[in-house]
């Protein structure tokens, strides 16, 4: 067992996913078929050893606790440890893009006191990634450090325009902290820091009582400040990452998982994905069906043509209805001879008969839940 905790920050939500996250937070978002985003960063805990984790939950934490329950799926039903509720502070999700919040931490320091372990490992829950943390915790130890942020050589920075950049010395010691923006960095490799770190348990209660009074100060940029007088060092990681904070994010990166070595790295390792357990038949296809390049999760009935698509659990999909570059979610009942092209249905829409919905690759339609077109 490692000797840390960890706690997850699932208190984002992001107006720019076009209702989504409008009643959920972005953690509690269905991804890829049978998951919620919250998956890849509880499961990534999990498999490194930390049987003590806190959740950092927004007021409308409900799909949280419907996914999560006391835990079992994740192994986190335990008498000693297990998985901890954490209220946030904040309790509107629109607009709440904060990072690591220090009132967020401060309103839920007895869960920093209860374990008498060394470090914390701290992660947002945007982010579809598989990582273990323990190389990175074990060079956290070597190095005696304060605090271990974790970054990523990063080849196309794209147009992250608000992400953190590490400078650091040939020891891994970290030596500034700077935003993209405004900068003129052309050259590839720039350590990009994934919004994951390790910290020293009393340090960070250290803290959260200086800085509590602040407002909602984020804790990277407490650390910034002091670099001069704490030991931070970078640790790389080689996951993929993939930040979710706008539509055409979700679906780009749902997109990338019909790519079999994108599947194979975030899937198929030997640290899986855990999510909740569903006892559902088999999916059935019809003669009629036509099927490809598609991801379909159990409990379907397709008997019309699915291209390029990720269809959730429990879909309907009749004689004549054509799904092509789309994501389908739970329970959705589509109606014959009804088409959609890069369409994004929410959990229970129904679609009847002879409907066309049709996006763009740049602008895809979303169809917000329980929706009768």
Request: hydrophobic share 40%.
């Amino acid at each position: 067992m490692p000797n840390a905790i960890g706690i997850i920050f699932a208190n984002s939500g992001y107006a720019s996913l076009q209702g989504l996250a409008q009643e959920r937070p972005i953690a509690a978002v269905p991804f890829g078929g049978r998951y919620r985003i919250l998956d890849f960063a509880l499961s990534s805990m999990v498999n490194s050893g930390i049987r003590t984790i806190g959740l950092v939950t927004p007021h409308q934490y409900r799909p949280l606790l419907d996914h999560l329950g006391a835990g079992k799926d994740w192994f986190l039903d335990r008498k000693t440890g297990g998985l901890f509720i954490l209220p946030g502070v904040m309790h509107s999700l629109a607009g709440n893009s904060h990072t690591f919040c220090i009132q967020d931490l401060h309103h839920n320091r007895e869960y920093l006191k209860k374990d008498f372990v060394g470090n914390v490992v701290i992660s947002c829950s945007d982010q579809i990634f598989n990582m273990n943390f323990m190389d990175a915790l074990e060079f956290h130890q070597t190095k005696q450090a304060d605090v271990t942020l974790i970054y990523k050589e990063n080849d196309n920075l794209g147009n992250l325009t608000d992400e953190k950049f590490l400078e650091m010395d040939e020891d891994r010691k970290v030596l500034n902290i700077r935003d993209q923006k405004g900068l003129e960095w052309t050259e590839s490799g720039r350590p990009h820091y994934v919004n994951m770190l390790i910290i020293r348990r009393e340090l960070l209660l250290d803290i959260v009582e200086k800085y509590s009074t602040f407002g909602c100060m984020g804790l990277i940029h407490i650390l910034t400040k002091n670099l001069g007088v704490l030991k931070v060092y970078g640790s790389p990681t080689r996951s993929v990452i993939r930040t979710i904070r706008t539509i055409n994010d979700y679906f780009d990166q749902s997109m990338d998982l019909l790519d079999q070595e994108v599947r194979d790295r975030l899937w198929l390792g030997a640290d899986r994905i855990h999510t909740k357990i569903v006892d559902n038949p088999p999916t059935r296809y019809t003669s009629q069906a036509k099927v490809s390049n598609s991801l379909i999760a159990s409990g379907c009935s397709i008997a019309g043509e699915v291209i390029n698509s990720i269809i959730f659990r429990g879909v309907i999909l009749e004689i004549g209805c054509k799904i092509k570059n789309s994501i389908i979610m739970s329970k959705c009942h589509i109606h014959e001879n009804a088409q959609m092209e890069y369409a994004i249905l929410d959990k229970a829409v129904t679609v009847n008969e002879g409907n066309v919905l049709r996006g763009s690759l740049s602008n895809p339609l979303v169809v917000h839940k329980r929706t009768v077109i």
